[in-house]
């Protein structure tokens, strides 16, 4: 056989080796980029943002590869704990801090103090964050992140003022998937993640699920994820 | 809160010297003024050894060498972090905490790379408020104070502190683990569950089960929770102790084995699964756990002399007697100072040539270790003692073994498991009733000394009855009786003169000393309250 000597190592420690080197590479590519971005002072090229885009993307799809690998081999389990609404709001925020200093774009955050849920917050955080860095693609100028208590769940909320998801990715009904084809080669991952995620995530007989519209208070894109 | 870090000095470890670079100017731009590189793990535990270090940011994946998670190791081990000291483990995975989990030794946070400015700076923030709110707790624990501590949990749970709610209450069970109080910890842990089916509180309450000998309800447990949470490597090691308490020692075997499958990087519990599958004669699975830990240890304190003839005595038992030879080469080579391997290598030596008819070679190698033995007996670790008493036995010299098996009774008296191990060597090498002769002499002479204790006491020779005591806590220093007789003498001492802090102190050392050894809650707590209401009177 062609591929024994691929089995002989295992895939396994294929895949995690390379996601350790990507990772590494990475990393240098954000360390060099930062320190291009302060030889460039006014005006900065706006590729810079297109990079620092880019790279958080490649890095948020990296995560999540890995992740839905384990899940799809069954070795994988939720960390759940109690966390506080708002510190997961926070670290989004730091993760998305770069590619915002180098818009115009605001970031507005809203949860009660107060707000607890039960989840695996580095999760939940990864998932949340591809969806707030592709906001910030295709938003005109302002994110809403929120958090709050709806009847038996906490419901996590980004929405935007672009031009709302396209026609493929939206679904008004709360236990429906959204239309995400990834057979066609469309974007939609970072949803199809976030709905595996929310699925995970169990309380007696209620289960995570999201709903993407376009209701949008400043008319543009919604997501919402429900955590049980 | 604006952190400033121009008071505190840090430490960066980190491969990459691009990485080290850009981590220290973000550090620089929030005043810090002292930050030491370092670009290994043998340099940063040279460092921590030079300077007292507030912050350690360690990158996991370290390419020559320790690992991040060895310095962690070493640096606990050694007390090179002050208790207030925050440890950032840097890795490239998110769940690599999991894969990691190692069965002891947790830094205080991790950080996934890559990260930007402020992300750092959130997690050094988040740390340190957490650090700071928790010291009053942790320092106790440091000290070993752990009533005082868990007086000092209940505290700042009556701030109700909503964001630190769970943190306390979970540390509050775990403390409440540690000085044997089951009880208040189930209630702790039911209380937690009743609101949510958290898998830490569902572990805590098989750990409590475990505790109190309710072997088959803990089982069910971890059981449950590998079920639901297969990465859960914590419910794996437990479920071994389990089984091995119940005598299932297969049973353990396989649940170790399969914690080491999914995280083959804990030298300790790679330890754990040799030595029980060693005793279980599952050779295979021994054989690969010991080279793993021979591997993991080269770079590890937990690396020890009795893995390498773990695997020497492998090979003896598989009849590759060079292979064996080989590796005591390897073992003289790597702990040539150190008496405890030489022994064993020696151990070991006899039965090669013994195995190989090699009379004369055998015979060298014995002198050699019974010379060894002379030397440094009472040193060795018990384990290699009662191995050194069965050789012992089996070389006509009854005498010596007779005496190290009295000692190890004595000063194991009160482990069950590592008497029944005694039991079980005597009966299966010496004779049925050997061991239980010697356990019931050892508890003859430990009534003895009680009873001479207890009624110089009752005479009034206060002195005369803890002189005695304290005399037999210095042979059997982990005897239970002996410890809580001390305590109470030095209480009533305390009561029947003027207040003394010193004897306070004493008496507070020993009941800490009486928590680590294990001794019942519902023993010890009566003592530390009367002790508690001496010192607020002194």
């Known amino acids: ?228 | 809160m604006a952190l400033n870090l121009s008071s505190k000095k840090i430490l960066v470890v980190e491969d990459q010297s691009i990485m080290r670079e850009t981590i220290k100017h973000i550090l620089v731009l929030f005043g810090a003024r002292f930050i030491v590189e370092a670009e290994s793990g043998i340099n940063a535990i040279t460092a921590m050894r030079i300077d007292k270090f507030d912050i350690v940011l360690c990158d996991y994946n370290l390419l020559r060498g320790k690992n991040g998670q060895q310095v962690l190791e070493e640096a606990r081990h050694f007390k090179l972090l002050p208790v207030k000291s925050i440890f950032i483990m840097v890795t490239c995975e998110q769940n690599q905490e999991m894969v990691l989990s190692a069965i002891d030794n947790k830094p205080d946070d991790y950080l996934i790379k890559p990260f930007n400015q402020q992300q750092l700076l959130n997690r050094i923030e988040k740390c340190y408020a957490r650090k700071e709110y928790l010291a009053s707790i942790e320092n106790e624990v440091d000290s070993g104070n752990l009533y005082q501590a868990i007086r000092n949990c209940e505290q700042l749970l009556q701030l109700d502190d909503k964001k630190m709610r769970m943190q306390l209450l979970k540390i509050h069970a775990e403390l409440a683990i540690k000085i044997g109080d089951f009880k208040k910890a189930e209630e702790i842990y039911q209380n937690i569950l009743q609101e949510r089916d958290l898998p830490w509180a569902r572990l805590g309450l098989g750990v409590v089960a475990f505790f109190l000998g309710d072997y088959e309800q803990a089982i069910n447990t971890f059981q449950y929770l590998i079920e639901h949470y297969p990465v859960m490597l914590e419910a794996y090691d437990w479920l071994a102790k389990a089984h091995e308490l119940m005598g299932n020692d297969e049973h353990a075997v396989s649940s170790l084995n399969s914690a080491v499958t999914l995280s083959p990087l804990s030298i300790l519990r790679q330890k754990k699964l040799a030595s029980l599958a060693d005793k279980t004669q599952n050779l295979p699975v021994a054989k690969k756990a010991y080279t793993a830990t021979i591997k993991l240890g080269k770079n590890s304190i937990h690396r020890s002399s009795g893995d390498y003839s773990g695997l020497a005595n492998f090979y003896l038992k598989s009849n590759a007697t060079n292979e064996a030879l080989k590796i005591l080469g390897e073992l003289n080579q790597q702990f040539h100072n150190d008496p405890e391997a030489k022994l064993r290598a020696a151990l070991l030596e006899t039965e090669i040539h013994q195995t190989k008819g090699n009379k004369a070679l055998a015979q060298q190698s014995y002198g050699k270790a019974f010379k060894l033995n002379e030397q440094f007996n009472k040193r060795l670790s018990r384990e290699l003692r009662l191995e050194m008493a069965k050789i012992f036995y089996l070389n006509g010299n009854s005498e010596t073994c007779d005496g190290i098996l009295s000692d190890l009774i004595k000063t194991n008296i009160d482990d069950k498991l590592f008497i029944k191990d005694i039991v079980k060597m005597c009966t299966a090498i010496v004779g049925e009733n050997y061991a239980e002769t010697l356990i019931q002499q050892v508890k003859k002479e430990l009534v003895d000394i009680n009873n001479k204790g207890v009624s110089l006491f009752q005479e009034g020779n206060i002195k005369g009855a803890l002189a005695v005591f304290e005399k037999a806590v210095a042979s059997m220093p982990d005897n239970h009786t002996i410890i809580l007789n001390v305590i109470k003498i030095i209480i009533h001492g305390i009561k029947t003169s003027k207040p003394d802090p010193e004897k306070i102190l004493s008496a507070q050392s020993y009941i800490n000393k009486a928590i680590q050894v294990g001794i019942p809650h519902h023993q010890i707590n009566v003592l530390q309250a009367e002790l508690d209401s001496l010192s607020i009177q002194s």
């Open chain 1, 1 to 228: 056989m062609f591929n024994t000597h691929m089995l002989s190592i295992g895939f396994p420690a294929i895949l995690a080796s390379s996601v350790h080197d990507i990772k590494n590479s990475l990393t240098t590519l954000r360390v060099l980029l930062g320190q291009l971005e302060k030889i460039h002072q006014d005006p900065r090229p706006t590729e810079f943002r297109q990079l620092e885009f880019e790279t958080n993307r490649m890095n948020n799809s990296l995560m999540q590869l890995l992740t839905l690998y384990k899940i799809d081999l069954s070795q994988f389990s939720l960390a759940i704990d109690e966390h506080s609404a708002s510190d997961i709001l926070e670290d989004i925020v730091a993760q998305q801090s770069t590619l915002l200093s180098l818009s115009n774009i605001q970031l507005i955050t809203e949860c009660h103090g107060d707000l607890f849920c039960y989840c695996d917050s580095s999760l939940i955080s990864n998932a949340l964050c591809t969806l707030v860095n592709n906001a910030q693609r295709y938003c005109f100028s302002k994110i809403l992140l929120s958090a709050a208590q709806e009847d038996d769940y906490v419901v996590f909320c980004i929405e935007d003022d672009g031009k709302g998801f396209p026609e493929n990715l939206l679904s008004s009904d709360y236990k429906q998937l959204p239309q995400v084809n990834l057979a066609n080669g469309n974007t939609g991952l970072g949803l199809f993640f976030a709905e595996t995620i929310a699925q995970l995530h169990v309380q007696s007989d209620k289960r995570g699920f999201i709903v993407t519209d376009n209701n949008s208070q400043f008319g543009g894109a919604r997501f919402k994820l429900y955590l049980p």
